[in-house]
T-cell receptor
Framework: EAQVTQNPRYLITVTGKKLTVTCSQN?????MSWYRQDPGLGLRQIYY???????DKGDVPEGYKVSRKEKRNFPLILESPSPNQTSLYFC???????????FGPGTRLTVL | EDQVTQSPEALRLQEGESSSLNCSYT??????LFWYRQDPGKGPEFLFT???AGEEKEKERLKATLTKKESFLHITAPKPEDSATYLC?????????????FGAGTRLFVKA
């Protein structure tokens, strides 16, 4: 089944404790992206990747890191999480620019 | 500043009462305009892609149209199962690649 998977689905952590949210797609897509969704603000793009080893900042990259060492994986790293990073996070993939994005199920992160 | 604005924020309809959702955008180098549907607790699901002014796409009770400054999602004779949040997004050329900007969404409630 074609899909985007994210892990974990739920995470409660404390300020400053490094964490990684994994994202994997099995559709051989080139474009991958991370978003956060907050009430009233909609989805905001954190980082995106056009292909392996190519990543670019979205609108809200501060406090996040990403890497794209393999085509299928695009992990999101929070080196020192803070409470303002409490949010619902979505990973998405797309065959390429100008194509629709396929979204994962989401990761609900709470930083205390 | 590049932005995507959706209106209304919320819309309540009776079953069978047709209406339209609006998405206005101010971006340069538009690569595509996308409509997604999002159910509570889930990731967005793709509905339509529009690429140029004058283009229209249709699927069941939904029809999307595009002008140079806005897009409309027309819902004809809606049913309760059409209740969801409808998201509009644009993909535009950025300095490094192509980023995606989402609107805040329109929450649609259809009452039987």
């Amino acid at each position: 089944e074609a899909q985007v998977t994210q892990n974990p689905r739920y995470l409660i952590t404390v300020t400053g404790k490094k964490l990684t949210v994994t994202c994997s797609q099995n559709m051989n897509h080139e474009y991958m992206s991370w978003y956060r969704q907050d009430p009233g603000l909609g989805l905001r793009q954190i980082y995106y990747s056009m292909n392996v080893e190519v990543t670019d900042k979205g609108d809200v990259p501060e406090g996040y890191k990403v890497s794209r060492k393999e085509k299928r994986n695009f992990p999101l790293i929070l080196e020192s999480p803070s409470p303002n990073q409490t949010s619902l996070y979505f990973c998405a993939s797309s065959p390429g620019v100008g194509n629709e994005q396929f979204f994962g199920p989401g990761t609900r992160l709470t930083v205390l | 500043e590049d932005q995507v604005t959706q209106s209304p924020e919320a819309l309540r309809l009776q079953e069978g009462e047709s209406s339209s959702l609006n998405c206005s955008y101010t971006v340069s180098g538009l690569r595509g305009l996308f409509w997604y549907r999002q159910d509570p607790g889930k990731g967005p699901e793709f509905l339509f892609t529009l690429y140029s002014a004058g283009e229209e796409k249709e699927k069941e009770r939904l029809k999307a149209t595009l002008t140079k400054k806005e897009s409309f999602l027309h819902i004809t004779a809606p049913k309760p199962e059409d209740s969801a949040t409808y998201l509009c997004a644009v993909q535009e050329r950025d300095t490094g690649g192509f980023k995606t900007i989402f609107g805040a969404g329109t929450r649609l409630f259809v009452k039987a």
